[in-house]
C-alpha cells in the first residue's frame, strides 16, 4: 500500500472534516479513531473513491505513513492529548511531527514541545478557527512550536487553509513553544467579546424597542453589507430569521437564555489577570456567560425588584438608534481587537516568544470565527504597541464616540445589561485619559495600610508615605 502524506488521528466534527480537506486538496490522508464504529461511518461515508485509509489501530494507522511523519491530532483538549502522546510516542521515528489542531492551553503545548524535543518528536500547537465547515472548506490555522514542524508540513497546511484579502493561505508559523495556542486563546477570547456586544445590541432592539427578531435580523443584514462586514454579523439574519417548527415563534425566542462555555474564554479572562493586560471586554463577556446561567434566581428576582419600566427616549428613533448602533459596535470592536492583540503582545514578551501582531490580523482574515473585513484596516494599521496607537484607530472609534455614549445611556434606559459595551467604553475613556481616579485609591491605600504612594512631580519609582492622623 502507498504511504499517506499526512495522518488525522480523532474523527469527530472537526478531525473528519479536516481529513477531507486534506484530500481535496490532493494529498493522501490516513485516518484514526479510538473508538472503531467512528472509522466504521467515515469509511462508509467519504472513502470510497478517494485517497484515505482508516485505520482502527493506532500502530498500523502510523506505519502507513510516509516519513517523517505528519500526524494531526484532532482530540479533546487537556488529558485526552497527554494520553495519546504517550500511546503514540513509541511507536513513531526521530523527525516525525505531531500537530494538535485542538483548542489546547498554551501552556500544555509549551510543555509537549519541550518534553517532546527531549525525543527527537517535533511537535506543533495550532489552532484552528472556522468551526465545521471552516475545517472543511478552509479554516484560519495558527501553528506554533517547533519550528521544523512547520518548515515540514507548511506546504500541506497552506493548501488546506482559508485565504485572507490578497489570497494568501490563513495559516502562518506564529512563533515557537506555545505561541500559536496563544493566540487561538485570545482568538476566542476576542469572539466571547464581539458576541456578546452583538447580543447587547439585539437586546436593546428586541427588549427595549420590541422589535421582532426577523427585524432585526434584518439590520444586521444591513450592517453585513457595510463597515460590520463579518462573518458573525452575518449569521445574525438567518439566526433571527430562523422560525421554531414546533411552536411557530422565532426560535431565538424560544431558545433558553443560559449560555455555555468550553474554557477558552475564561482562560483569556483569568491570564489577563494574571499577567497584568487588561482585556475587560473579554472578562466581562465571560462574567455575562457565567451570570445567564442563574436562570432561577434572575427569574425570582425579576418578580421582587421592579426598577419602573422605562420607554425610549423621544430623541433616540429606531431611525437614529440604528447609525448609532452600527458606530458603536464598529469602534467597539476596534477597542476589542486592541484588547486581544494587546494581550498576545504582553503575554509573548513574558515567554520571550516573537509574534508578530500583523501576520495575527491577516491569519485572521479568512476562514476564523473573528474573520471581518475590519481586519485589512487592522492589518495595515497595528503598531508594535497595539492598534489603539494607529491614526486609523484613532479616526475611528473618535467619529463612533458619541454614537457609543448615546447606545449605553439608552441601553441604561431601558434597563439592557451592557457588560462589553459598558466595559469597553470605560477601558477606551481611561486609555486615552492622562488623568485616572488612581490616585485616590492610592491615597485611600496610604490611609489605611501606609502601602505608599508615588508622587506627580517626584521621579519615578520614589515612593512617599503621608501621616495622615497626625493633628493639626
Ligand atoms: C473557532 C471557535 C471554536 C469554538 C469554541 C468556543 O474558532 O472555531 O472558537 O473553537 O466555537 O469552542 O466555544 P465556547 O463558546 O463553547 O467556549
Redesign the pocket.
Known amino acids: 500500500m502507498k504511504k499517506s502524506d499526512i495522518g488525522v488521528v480523532g474523527l469527530g466534527v472537526m478531525g473528519s472534516s479536516l481529513a477531507r480537506n486534506a484530500e481535496s486538496k490532493g494529498w493522501s490522508v490516513s485516518v484514526y479513531n479510538r473508538s472503531s464504529d467512528k472509522v466504521d461511518s467515515f469509511k462508509q461515508s467519504f472513502e470510497e473513491g478517494r485517497n484515505f485509509q482508516s485505520f482502527k489501530q493506532l500502530k498500523r494507522f502510523v506505519d502507513s505513513l510516509e516519513r517523517p511523519r505528519k500526524i494531526i491530532l484532532m482530540i479533546k483538549a487537556g488529558k485526552p492529548v497527554d494520553a495519546l502522546i504517550e500511546k503514540i510516542t513509541p511507536l513513531l521515528n526521530k523527525g516525525d511531527i505531531l500537530i494538535d489542531g485542538g483548542?489546547s492551553y498554551y501552556k500544555d503545548t509549551t510543555r509537549r514541545v519541550k518534553k517532546l524535543k527531549e525525543k527527537d518528536i517535533e511537535y506543533l500547537g495550532m489552532?484552528?478557527?472556522?468551526?465545521e465547515i471552516?475545517a472543511l472548506k478552509g479554516?484560519s490555522m495558527m501553528p506554533g512550536g517547533s519550528k521544523k514542524a512547520w518548515e515540514e508540513s507548511y506546504e500541506i497546511l497552506e493548501s488546506m487553509a482559508a485565504t485572507d484579502f490578497s489570497g494568501k493561505p490563513c495559516v502562518s508559523y506564529l512563533g515557537n513553544e506555545g505561541s500559536g495556542h496563544l493566540v487561538?486563546m485570545v482568538?476566542?477570547g476576542i469572539?466571547?467579546g464581539i458576541m456578546q456586544m452583538l447580543s447587547e445590541v439585539y437586546q436593546i432592539l428586541r427588549k427595549g424597542y420590541k422589535l421582532e427578531p426577523k427585524v432585526i435580523g434584518e439590520m444586521f443584514r444591513r450592517f453585513n453589507e457595510g463597515k460590520l462586514e463579518s462573518y458573525l454579523v452575518e449569521i445574525c439574519e438567518p439566526i433571527l430569521k430562523e422560525v421554531d417548527e414546533k411552536t411557530g415563534k422565532p426560535l431565538v425566542d424560544i431558545i433558553l437564555d443560559k449560555a455555555?462555555?468550553?474554557?477558552?474564554?475564561r482562560w483569556t479572562a483569568r491570564d489577563a489577570l494574571e499577567y497584568g493586560v487588561e482585556t475587560s471586554m473579554i472578562s466581562q463577556a465571560v462574567h455575562a456567560r457565567v451570570a445567564s446561567a442563574f436562570k432561577k434566581k434572575r427569574l425570582l428576582l425579576s418578580k421582587t425588584y421592579n426598577f419602573g419600566e422605562k420607554n425610549v427616549s423621544p430623541e433616540t428613533s429606531l431611525e437614529n438608534m440604528i447609525p448609532k448602533l452600527e458606530n458603536c459596535l464598529y469602534s467597539a470592536w476596534i477597542v476589542v481587537m486592541d484588547q486581544g492583540l494587546r494581550m498576545i503582545k504582553d503575554i509573548a514578551e513574558e515567554f520571550e516568544w516573537e509574534i508578530d501582531l500583523k501576520e495575527v490580523a491577516r491569519v485572521w482574515q479568512g476562514g476564523?470565527?473573528i474573520r471581518a473585513k475590519l481586519l485589512d484596516d487592522v492589518y495595515k494599521n497595528i503598531k508594535n504597541d497595539g492598534l489603539l496607537e494607529s491614526k486609523w484607530a484613532e479616526k475611528n472609534v473618535e467619529a463612533g464616540y458619541d454614537d457609543w455614549r448615546d447606545v449605553l445611556v439608552e441601553g441604561l434606559n431601558l434597563s439592557v445589561p451592557t457588560y462589553v459595551l459598558s466595559s469597553g467604553l470605560a477601558s477606551l475613556i481611561n486609555d486615552v485619559s492622562a488623568q485616572t481616579s488612581a490616585n485616590m485609591i492610592q491615597a485611600m491605600r496610604d490611609y489605611f495600610g501606609a502601602h505608599k504612594y508615588e508622587r506627580t512631580d517626584s521621579k519615578e519609582g520614589e515612593k512617599f508615605h503621608n501621616d495622615w492622623y497626625e493633628e493639626n
Do not use: D
Open positions: 483548542n489552532g484552528v478557527s472556522g468551526g471552516g479554516p487561538k482568538h476566542n469572539e466571547y455555555g462555555q468550553k474554557g477558552t474564554g476564523c470565527i
